[in-house]
C-alpha cells in the first residue's frame, strides 16, 4: 500500500465516519458540525485527486454556503434545539431506501471498467483547459448557459416565495 | 529529512509573521486612533511598557490570559470553546500561500493561491454561528445572524472582483499575479480595486460595517458571553484578518513586493510590500476612527443593490475591453489606459446612478406633506 | 521535495497548534472560581427567561440561498479567468451572457421589489 492510497483510505473513513455521526447524533446542530467534517474529508480527497479547484469549491460553496444554510435553518427552527428528539423515527424504511440506493450506485459504478492507473496524465494547466471546454460550443459550452439560467430560477423562484405581500 | 525540517521551520516561521506584526500594529492603530480623537493611547503614565508604550499589547495580551474563562451554563461546551479556535486558525491559515518576497519568502505558491485565499476566507462564517449558537444568549445569536449575513453577502463583489487581477495576469499563483504588474492592477482597473476594497472591510467587519461588534446595540454581538483568552481570541483573529487583507490588496491590486531596486536587492521586496500593506492597513484604521456604523439593511442593501451589481459589471467591461484592445493588437500602454479609461467611465456611470436612485430616495423618504420637516436643507419644506 | 498539498496540511496544523495554545495557556493560568451568578447567560442584567430561540425570519436564509447561488456562478467563473488569454472574443461573450443572465436576474428581481427586506 502506497502512501496515497493510506492517506485515502484515511480520509475516506474519517468522511464515512462523519457522515454517520450527521445522523446519528441526537443534537441536530452537532449534525451539522458533523456534515462540515465530511465536507473536509471530501475536500482531502479532491487534493488527493490532483483537483485543488473542487476541493477549494468545496469549502467555498458547501461549507462557506451549503453548512451556513443548514444551520440558520436549524437555528431559527423552534425546537431544533432540544436533545430529546426522535433520532430515527422510521428506522427500517429510511434503512431499506438508503441500502438499496447504494447498491444501485455501487452496481452501476461497478459496470465501469476500472482504470489500473490513471488515465491521462495531468495536465499542469488543468484548470484553463476546463475554463476553455466551458466556453467551447462544442465543448460544454450549452451546460454552462443552462446553469447560470438554473440559478436563475433558484434566485427568483426563492425571492418570490419570500416576498413581501 | 533535511527539507522537511527546512519546511517546517519556515512554516512556522511564516505563521509567527503575523503574530508578531500583530504586537506591532494593535499599539500603532490606538495611537492613531488616540490622536484622532485628541488624546494620547496607550503611553508610560503608570507601569512602564517599553519605549512608547510599545509593548503595552504584550501587557494586555498577559492581563487576558490570566482572566477567568466562563463558560455561561446551558452553553454547548464543545462548540463554546471550538469557536475563537476556529477563528484563529483560520485567520493563520491563510498565510501559507502569502507571498512575502519575490523569491522562496512563501510557504507554498500554490497553482491557486488565490482561490485558496477565497476558500480559506469563506471558512469565517461558519465560526460565527458557532460562537452565536453556543452562547444560548439571544443577542449572541442575533448578532451571529447579522454578522454572518454581512459576510457571506460581501464574499461575492469581493471574488467578483478578485477575478479581475486574475483574469488580466491568467492565473491563480500569487507570485505569478505580482509579476504580471509591471503597472500595478490598481492603476489599470481602480474599480475593481475599490470594489475589492470595500468588500474586504465589510468582511472584516471594519466600520462602517461594523455589525458584529456594534458596542452599544447589541452588547457585543456574536461574542457576548466571551470573556478572557477566548475574548481575546477573537479580537487576535480580527487583527489578523485586517493585516491579512491589507496585504492580500496589496498583493493583488498594488503590485505586491514591486518596486524600485527590487531586483538587485530581492529582500527590499519584503520592505516594500510590507509598507504598502501598513498603508493599506493605516486607511482601514482611519476608517474605524472616522466612520458612523451603518445599520444592518443599509449594509445589505449597499452590497446587494449596489457592490455586487457594480463588481459584476465591473468585471463584465474589464472582460470585454481587454479582449477588444487585444484583438486590435495595440501597443501594451495603450491596452493598460484603454482599461483605466474603461473603469473610470463605469465609475462615473455608477455614481451617476447613485446620485439617481439617491434622490428618489430622499424624496420617498420625506412625506409630501407641506409642513412637516424633513431635516433637509429644502425649499419646499414650509 | 515535499508535496505542496503536504506542506498546506502542516502549515493548517501549525495554525490550529496556534489556535489552541492562546486558550489551553489561559485555561492553565486563569482562576476557576464559578459560581452560579457569573454563569448566567447576559441580558443586560436581567435574568433570562424563555429558551434562546428568535423568530423565523425568511430573510436570514435568503441571504446565504443568494450566497449559493452567486457562489456557484463565481466557482464556475474561475476556469473562464484562467483560460482567458487563450479565449476568443466570441468566448469571452458567452462568459458574459453567463454573467448577465443573472445579473439582469437581480435587476428584475430588484425592480419587482422583492428585494425591499434587503
Redesign the interface.
Same mark, same amino acid.
Given at each position: 500500500m502506497s502512501v496515497g492510497q493510506l492517506t485515502f483510505l484515511a480520509f475516506a473513513a474519517f468522511t464515512l465516519g462523519a457522515a454517520v455521526r450527521v445522523v446519528t447524533h441526537r443534537l441536530v446542530f452537532h449534525a451539522a458540525l458533523w456534515l462540515i467534517a465530511s465536507f473536509f474529508g471530501i475536500a482531502a480527497v479532491y487534493l488527493l485527486l490532483e483537483s485543488p479547484f473542487m476541493a477549494g469549491v468545496q469549502l467555498f460553496i458547501y461549507i462557506g454556503g451549503v453548512a451556513v444554510l443548514t444551520a440558520i435553518a436549524v437555528m431559527v427552527t423552534k425546537g431544533m434545539m432540544r436533545r430529546d428528539l426522535p433520532t430515527m423515527a422510521n428506522v427500517r424504511s429510511s434503512a431499506l431506501v438508503a441500502v438499496s440506493l447504494f447498491l444501485v450506485m455501487s452496481w452501476t459504478i461497478l459496470q465501469m471498467p476500472l482504470p489500473e492507473a490513471p488515465a491521462s496524465p495531468v495536465f499542469e494547466e488543468g484548470l484553463a483547459m476546463l475554463g476553455m471546454a466551458l466556453v467551447d460550443p462544442r465543448g460544454y459550452l450549452l451546460p454552462f448557459e443552462v446553469v447560470s439560467l438554473m440559478l436563475l430560477i433558484v434566485l427568483i423562484g426563492a425571492l418570490y416565495v419570500a416576498r413581501e405581500r | 529529512m533535511d527539507v522537511v525540517l527546512r519546511t517546517l521551520l519556515g512554516a512556522l516561521g511564516m505563521a509567527l509573521v503575523p503574530l508578531v506584526a500583530v504586537v506591532f500594529l494593535i499599539w500603532e492603530s490606538r495611537k492613531v486612533i488616540a490622536r484622532m480623537q485628541d488624546r494620547l493611547g496607550p503611553t508610560n503614565a503608570g507601569t512602564y511598557a517599553g519605549p512608547f508604550a510599545l509593548f503595552q499589547t504584550v501587557a494586555d495580551g498577559i492581563k487576558i490570559l490570566t482572566k477567568e474563562l466562563i463558560i455561561p451554563q446551558g452553553a454547548d461546551r464543545g462548540v463554546f470553546i471550538a469557536a475563537p479556535i476556529v477563528v484563529v486558525t483560520v485567520a493563520i491559515a491563510v498565510w501559507a500561500v502569502i507571498p512575502l518576497g519575490p523569491s522562496g519568502l512563501q510557504v507554498v505558491d500554490l497553482d491557486v493561491g488565490a482561490f485558496y485565499v477565497v476558500a480559506i476566507s469563506s471558512l469565517a462564517p461558519f465560526s460565527m454561528i458557532m460562537a452565536g449558537w453556543s452562547s444560548r444568549n439571544k443577542y449572541a445569536e442575533v448578532g451571529a445572524f447579522r454578522a454572518v449575513s454581512q459576510i457571506i453577502g460581501y464574499e461575492i463583489p469581493q471574488v467578483l472582483s478578485l477575478l479581475v487581477p486574475v483574469l488580466l495576469s491568467g492565473s491563480l499563483r500569487l507570485q505569478q499575479i505580482i509579476q504580471a504588474q509591471s503597472v500595478p492592477f490598481g492603476a489599470v482597473v481602480p474599480l475593481a480595486a475599490l470594489t475589492y476594497f470595500l468588500a474586504s472591510v465589510a468582511e472584516l467587519g471594519r466600520l462602517p460595517f461594523e455589525l458584529a461588534e456594534a458596542d452599544s446595540e447589541i452588547v457585543a454581538g456574536y461574542f457576548t458571553e466571551y470573556s478572557g483568552m477566548m475574548f481575546g481570541a477573537f479580537y487576535l483573529a480580527d487583527f489578523i484578518n485586517n493585516f491579512t487583507a491589507s496585504i492580500v490588496f496589496s498583493v493583488l491590486f498594488l503590485g505586491g513586493w514591486r518596486g524600485p531596486w527590487v531586483d538587485q536587492v530581492p529582500l527590499l521586496g519584503t520592505f516594500w510590500l510590507l509598507l504598502k500593506a501598513f498603508m493599506v492597513f493605516n486607511v482601514l484604521v482611519l476608517f474605524w476612527a472616522a466612520m458612523p456604523r451603518l445599520r444592518i439593511d443599509q449594509v445589505l442593501a449597499f452590497n446587494w443593490k449596489f457592490l455586487a451589481p457594480l463588481s459584476i459589471a465591473t468585471l463584465i467591461v474589464t472582460a470585454l475591453v481587454d479582449k477588444m484592445l487585444t484583438a486590435m493588437a495595440v501597443e501594451p500602454w495603450a491596452r493598460s489606459a484603454g482599461l483605466l479609461v474603461a473603469n473610470l467611465l463605469l465609475g462615473v456611470a455608477a455614481l451617476v446612478f447613485l446620485s439617481i436612485v439617491g434622490r428618489r430616495f430622499t424624496r420617498r423618504d420625506t412625506l409630501r406633506r407641506p409642513g412637516l420637516p424633513t431635516g433637509l436643507p429644502d425649499s419646499d419644506a414650509a | 521535495? #515535499?508535496h505542496?498539498?503536504a506542506? #498546506?496540511g502542516?502549515?493548517?496544523a501549525?495554525?490550529?497548534v496556534?489556535?489552541?495554545v492562546?486558550?489551553a495557556?489561559?485555561?492553565l493560568?486563569?482562576?476557576?472560581?464559578?459560581n452560579?451568578r457569573?454563569?448566567?447567560?447576559?441580558?443586560?442584567g436581567n435574568p433570562?427567561f424563555g429558551?434562546?430561540?428568535?423568530?423565523?425570519?425568511?430573510?436570514?436564509?435568503?441571504?446565504?440561498?443568494?450566497?449559493?447561488?452567486?457562489?456557484?456562478?463565481?466557482?464556475?467563473?474561475?476556469?473562464?479567468?484562467?483560460?482567458?488569454?487563450?479565449?476568443a472574443?466570441f468566448?469571452?461573450?458567452?462568459?458574459?451572457?453567463?454573467?448577465?443572465?443573472?445579473?439582469l436576474?437581480?435587476?428584475?428581481?430588484?425592480r419587482?421589489?422583492?428585494?425591499?427586506?434587503?
Open positions: - | - | 521535495m #515535499v505542496p498539498y506542506v #498546506v502542516l502549515f493548517l501549525i495554525a490550529l496556534i489556535g489552541v492562546p486558550i495557556l489561559a485555561w493560568l486563569s482562576p476557576k472560581k464559578l452560579p457569573k454563569t448566567q447567560v447576559y441580558e443586560s433570562t429558551e434562546a430561540w428568535i423568530e423565523y425570519k425568511p430573510q436570514y436564509y435568503l441571504y446565504g440561498l443568494a450566497y449559493v447561488v452567486f457562489g456557484v456562478e463565481v466557482a464556475l467563473l474561475f476556469p473562464w479567468a484562467l483560460a482567458y488569454d487563450q479565449l472574443l468566448a469571452v461573450v458567452e462568459a458574459v451572457i453567463f454573467l448577465l443572465i443573472l445579473g436576474g437581480l435587476a428584475y428581481v430588484w419587482k421589489g422583492w428585494l425591499a427586506w434587503m
